[in-house]
């Protein structure tokens, strides 16, 4: 009778936690709740281009800590510049110090400026962006693809309860969702103006979140050459693992990615850097399909003194089709106690 009453209260904690419609310009607003101590909000973005410049940029809002925020770059023959800066002042809307995203268009176009110093160890240059970001797909919620709340209301049900398993019920029903697009505009670096135009990835979430709670993480969004975009992603927390994500998307269309890889598959290591591949199938496939991916330039960050991610921008092949995306690594720098 207990294990049936956690089984139920489990599961209704979870569906609970996802029943609310949230418009478009909810979404694509920022999201501060005081008084909640690991409330956050997290938005990114990503521009990639095949020979040019590519970037990865994050800020996020945080209570009784401080904001997190990057910028990292790469310029063709010059490396990895850009900045980790938790002292930047916040500003209205996401704002921190000069770096600024503006949403000019809920759900459709975004801007997104920078002007200041960017670094390599001890060098360090002046740089500005002024990007716009435009997209006509739509934003991807993940709480209509990947594992079901079935699934992570019996692995809840099935630990012994606590204190901290009360505490990460609540993270589990943090928001998130996905766009791809294109993004086009000037970057000045020494001096000389570069047009680019690259192909976009980003993404924004809000919510419960503890960087301490997280042991190991792998997250893949790719553009394919066809006009489809492919994601895999899987996450272990203390309290929950084997949480996975899988789809392949084009306009409205989004197919559910029904097998996809553990860990094991993937050979996930912290200093990853090989090549590497895996199979998927899709929903209502029969066949499965290969995914081949070539991870290139780095960039590398630590969260709370406590996690490490190391995202790559990726060449790959999806059942022979080519695409340009973004893979992210985290693993807990000391491992969580299950």
Known sequence: MKQFFKNFSALRFVKNGNNKTITVEEFESKHKEAGIAHYNDSIYFAGISDEGMTFVTRMSFRNKKLNENWLKIHIP???????ENRGMIEGEGFEQGKLKYTCEKPGKNW???FEGQVFQEKKY?????DLKWKSKQPLINFEKTGVSADQIAFQIASREWNYNIVKQLNDLRRKHYEQAGEIKGVITWKRKKHKVEMKGIRTHSFGLNSWKDWERHFWFTGLLDDGRILHNGIVDYYLVNDLKSGFVSRDEKLITLVKTPDFSQLNFKEDSS???SYKVRERGGETEKIVLIKMLEFFPFVMDEVYSIRQAKARFTYDGVKGLGIIEMGLALKKPIR
């Open 77 to 83: 023959g010059e490396g990895i510049w850009g900045f």
């Open 111 to 113: 801007r997104i400026q």
């Open 125 to 129: 240059y002046q740089i500005s962006l």
């Open 274 to 276: 090989s090549d590497f």
